[in-house]
């Protein structure tokens, strides 16, 4: 075809105008052209799938999120993949096989409860699976050493696997063809420490940001921020997502929640007040931002474009 000769960004170009014109058809042709020159671009890889899922096509959106979370596993980029991943299982909780994926990659970041929850989930499905028997019983038989070293004459046999009860992930439906589906991140909890692994939730978070899918990160930092150690970063990273969604009244709340969690040294004075001072400007609360960019200015009085937006909403009021 003539039109695969064109440039890459020409076609991207042709894409978005025929999704701004609501013809979504030739929208995923155009992706679908772009990646038969690109396949490793993982920025229109996600759109595709994105427009297959939002215009009924799951089959196909899980089919190029699997090809993007097999590149980033390719990469090495494991929180990224597992963000992947999840979003498939709440398309799809039935795919074992991505279970097994999930829980290779918690298992190569030493995030055991997370794996385990994973086979767990796979037995639920397949009750004899074999790898995800297995699995656990090395997991417990790992868990009994650790836990209690052998004496000598004393032999210790591995209690008895119990197996987990819970509500298996379900598939909300959205209220609307296109609305992005809303995630509830279900708990991820070792069963031996009661711990819930809050690290993972907030590189999931990164991870999802990053691909630009901020609802889902949203509610990775929302997990993850019950940690008194996480809330801080999680409360900085809820605002910057809220921004993006053009939620100023919530990104204000999220940045100032965050300036009474610790006691703050001056950089991260600095970078949140004037996140702040961004926000409060961006709904329009004029008098709010300038005194929030003054404490900015006395802590570093050439931060960036502060005295120029000091002096611009100045001007404005």
Do not use: W
Not at 159 to 173: A, K, N
Not at 269 to 281: C, D, K, M, Q, T
Request: aromatic share 8%; net charge negative.
């Amino acid at each position: 075809m003539k039109d695969l000769n064109l440039p890459k960004e020409h076609l991207f170009d042709i894409a978005q105008k025929y999704i701004k014109k609501g013809q979504h058809k030739k929208a995923i042709k155009e992706y679908r052209k772009i990646l038969a020159k690109d396949p490793k671009n993982i920025r229109v890889r996600l759109k595709l799938g994105d427009l297959c899922l939002r215009n009924g096509y799951k089959d196909d959106a899980i089919d190029e999120y699997m090809k993007v979370a097999q590149q980033y596993e390719n990469d090495d980029l494991n929180f990224r993949a597992t963000a992947i991943y999840k979003k498939i299982l709440y398309l799809d909780p039935q795919l074992v096989d991505v279970y097994h994926k999930l829980a290779n990659l918690y298992l190569r970041e030493n995030l055991i409860g997370s794996a385990k929850l994973q086979y767990h989930n796979i037995l639920k499905i397949r009750p004899n699976d074999p790898v995800a028997s297995e699995a656990l019983e090395k997991i417990e038989q790992k868990r009994v050493q650790v836990e209690t070293p052998p004496q000598e004459g004393l032999i210790i046999e591995p209690p008895p696997m119990v197996e987990e009860s819970g509500p298996e992930p379900t598939l909300p439906s959205p209220e609307e063809p296109g609305d992005e589906i809303p995630i509830s991140v279900p708990s991820e909890i070792d069963q031996e420490t009661g711990e819930k692994d809050f690290e993972t939730h907030y590189h999931l978070g990164i991870a999802y940001k990053e691909m630009e899918l901020i609802d889902h990160a949203i509610a990775e930092f929302e997990a993850a921020s019950a940690d008194k150690e996480k809330r801080f970063d999680c409360l900085v990273m809820l605002g910057m997502c809220f921004m993006e969604k053009e939620e100023y009244d919530k990104a204000i709340n999220c940045f100032n929640d965050a300036s009474h969690v610790k006691k703050l040294n001056k950089e991260e004075a600095i970078n949140l007040h004037y996140r702040l001072g961004l926000a409060y400007e961006s709904n329009g609360m004029i008098q709010e931002a300038v005194k929030v960019y003054q404490q900015v200015i006395n802590l570093d009085s050439e931060f960036m474009d502060v005295r120029n937006r000091i002096e611009r909403l100045k001007r404005a009021s």
